[in-house]
């Protein structure tokens, strides 16, 4: 049963009128609100399968895995590596940034 249709039943039992006078328009409110707590988007959630993808591993990996594939990338991607050409010396500076941001996110939540 919807959180909604709970309240509604609530509201309905708890007020002295006929079940037409109470009217809650619940389709309204089913784009904001969620039945379960299991199925609400969650910011920190996304952003953790964002890092998972940079890091380019399976959702839910180990820390172990998380390290090697970090160091692995650091390895493909340096700046140092693309001294001579600065358009990928630039790339290579964003992906290297973004690798560090995802390993330090992972490293704040495991260690």
């Known amino acids: 049963m919807s959180l909604f249709k709970r309240i509604e039943n609530i509201i309905k039992s708890n007020i002295n009128h006929k ?3 109470v009217q809650i328009d619940i389709n309204s409110y089913e784009d904001v609100y969620y039945s379960d707590a299991d ?17 380019e591993i399976e ?28 358009e990928k010396l630039k ?9 560090n941001e995802a390993y330090t996110y992972f490293e704040r939540k495991f260690l």
């Open 39 to 55: 199925e609400i988007p969650s910011e920190e959630n996304a952003l953790e399968k964002k890092y998972y993808k940079i890091l």
């Open 19 to 21: 079940e037409d006078d």
């Open 91 to 99: 790339a290579a500076q964003e992906v290297t940034r973004q690798i």
């Open 59 to 86: 959702y839910g990996a180990n820390f172990d895995s998380i390290k090697k594939a970090y160091k692995k990338l650091l390895k493909k991607y340096h700046p140092d590596l693309f001294q001579s050409k600065p």
